[in-house]
């Protein structure tokens, strides 16, 4: 079974050009890390890979092993920004799954005991708000 061909206007391959303006939190050379625009907790961030790949079905293994240890970085970094109870990562591959951006990332967003996320409503939110969400996780990873 093939899957479509990646897509290079994806909106997250236009932030990673910076032709979309995003809220980052981390860069190296493989990957970005920056605030969804439309967060199901505080602090919900995504982690995601230069290289193209519609997802995590036909990701470089190689990349895709950079990219989970800055998932794991991040994910302890969020944990303390927000002195949250837990994380949540998820990841999802083909519409089915519930892809909406077909270019591989993974969601990571902390978890309060008693909290349950937000809907992923399409409002999105107040950028002074991602910005000082933002100023929080990096401190945390200095």
Same mark, same amino acid.
């Given at each position: 079974? #093939?899957?479509? !061909?990646?897509?290079?206007?994806?909106?997250?391959? @236009?932030?990673?050009? +910076?032709?979309?303006?995003?809220?980052?939190?981390?860069?190296?050379?493989? #990957?970005?890390?920056?605030?969804?625009?439309?967060?199901?907790?505080?602090?919900?961030?995504?982690?995601?890979?230069?290289?193209? *790949?519609?997802?995590?079905?036909? !990701?470089?293994?190689?990349?895709?092993?950079? #990219?989970?240890?800055?998932?794991? @970085?991040?994910?302890? =970094?969020? @944990?303390?920004?927000?002195? =949250?109870?837990?994380?949540?990562?998820?990841?999802?591959?083909?519409? *089915?799954?519930?892809? #909406?951006?077909?270019?591989?990332?993974?969601?990571?967003?902390?978890?309060?005991? +008693?909290?349950?996320? @937000?809907?992923? *409503? +399409?409002?999105?939110?107040?950028? !002074?708000?991602?910005?000082?969400? =933002?100023?929080?996780?990096? =401190?945390?990873?200095?």
């Amino acid at each position: 079974m #093939t899957s479509a !061909a990646y897509d290079d206007n994806n909106i997250f391959a @236009k932030i990673l050009r +910076g032709e979309i303006p995003s809220h980052r939190v981390y860069e190296d050379d493989q #990957t970005v890390v920056f605030m969804d625009v439309m967060p199901q907790a505080p602090g919900h961030v995504l982690v995601v890979p230069k290289a193209a *790949s519609r997802n995590i079905l036909d !990701a470089d293994p190689a990349s895709l092993s950079h #990219t989970i240890t800055v998932v794991q @970085k991040v994910a302890n =970094a969020v @944990k303390e920004a927000f002195d =949250a109870d837990g994380v949540f990562i998820a990841q999802f591959n083909e519409p *089915s799954a519930g892809q #909406t951006v077909f270019h591989l990332h993974f969601h990571v967003i902390p978890r309060h005991e +008693g909290v349950a996320l @937000k809907p992923h *409503s +399409g409002k999105m939110e107040d950028g !002074a708000v991602l910005a000082a969400n =933002a100023d929080k996780i990096r =401190a945390e990873l200095a």
